[in-house]
């Protein structure tokens, strides 16, 4: 006996709108999008320094350049030139202005830094020189690599890591009754490895893009990936696709625009200076540049936030999990 066709997929019922499932993404598209541009376009409108680390050789030099410079730079006053040129390499300071003569300033500075904040080092002192009718002299003693000519690969690495993590967790959230937790789970760790070595690898024994010694820049990754796709199946957990929202506007907009890749941290608003180091993208970006130019300096803390934010992110997993497994026994106690 022929079964009558299920009158969902037969293609004769009509299809009733739920207006609240439509509106529901709509909305939540638009803020994203809104999100989106406002934050990435607002940065970039007039980036203005804010207490940018430079280092100054002498006292007069130094009381000089904190008179002519005001709250922009963050002066600190060294013995020598050779003392400022140590904080330079080890990423405490951008730049290190000194004298030769009278007439004659030399700044050296980390191009390393990236553009905005080495060109904003270059421009301070060239005002500076032209107030004094001085010439400056430069020199750029922390290079960009050869294959990054413009300073952005950190960028677009740590983006794509943390997309490619972000679209697997939810889709991961999504297949819930398809996927057991462990599987879930075993899915985005092992992902987290492959996507971390893969990058590491393209980056840069292949394109030569970043110059981290390969086992730390894939570390790094590997933290990223694992921070981002946990963070994300924890907050589509608890709350569903708001979650996954909240979780687009903090990792992939706001994260990786405030993470001072492609507008350096010292000159962005003080509300994304207060976050910039303490999201992923963040995080991620100052251990992949730390590691690569300035000699590890600094490495630490990147890798613990990292670190936390996946083994939050595990933990508000497992925490739903259980929360979810005992309801239905409290629910049944409660008869």
Excluded: C
Aim: proline share 5%; hydrophobic share 50%.
């Amino acid at each position: 006996m022929t079964s009558p066709p299920d009158p969902r997929t037969d293609g004769t019922s009509p299809v009733v709108t739920q207006r609240r499932a439509w509106t529901t993404l709509v909305i939540t598209g638009l803020i994203i999008g809104t999100a989106f541009i406002a934050v990435y376009v607002g940065l970039q409108r007039s980036p203005q320094p804010s207490q940018l680390p430079i280092a100054v050789a002498s006292h007069q030099l130094a009381a000089t350049a904190q008179a002519g410079f005001g709250n922009t730079v963050a002066v600190t006053e060294v013995a020598s030139v050779a003392d400022g040129e140590a904080m330079v390499r080890h990423g405490d300071a951008v730049a290190v202005l000194g004298a030769t003569s009278p007439t004659t300033l030399t700044l050296d500075y980390a191009g390393a830094s990236g553009f905005s904040e080495s060109g904003a080092a270059r421009q301070l002192a060239a005002g500076l020189a032209r107030k004094a009718g001085a010439t400056v002299q430069e020199n750029d003693i922390v290079p960009l690599a050869t294959y990054d000519s413009r300073g952005l690969s950190a960028f677009y690495v740590v983006f794509g890591v943390t997309l490619s993590s972000f679209v697997l967790a939810q889709g991961l959230t999504a297949a819930t009754a398809k996927v057991r937790l462990r599987h879930r789970l075993y899915a985005m760790s092992g992902f987290a490895v492959l996507i971390g070595v893969i990058a590491a690898t393209v980056a840069g024994p292949v394109y030569g893009s970043l110059t981290a010694p390969f086992p730390l820049l894939a570390l790094s990754l590997i933290l990223l990936s694992a921070a981002s796709a946990f963070t994300t199946k924890a907050l589509g957990a608890w709350l569903g696709p708001a979650g996954i929202a909240l979780a687009v506007l903090t990792l992939t907009t706001i994260g990786n625009a405030t993470s001072g890749a492609t507008i350096g941290v010292d000159l962005l608003p003080e509300w994304a200076q207060a976050i910039s180091g303490k999201l992923p993208p963040g995080a991620a970006v100052r251990a992949v540049n730390n590691f690569g130019y300035f000699s590890g300096a600094h490495t630490v803390a990147p890798l613990v936030i990292l670190g936390t934010w996946f083994l939050a992110g595990l933990g508000l997993v497992l925490l739903r999990q259980r929360t979810a497994q005992h309801r239905p026994l409290t629910a049944e106690v409660g008869r």
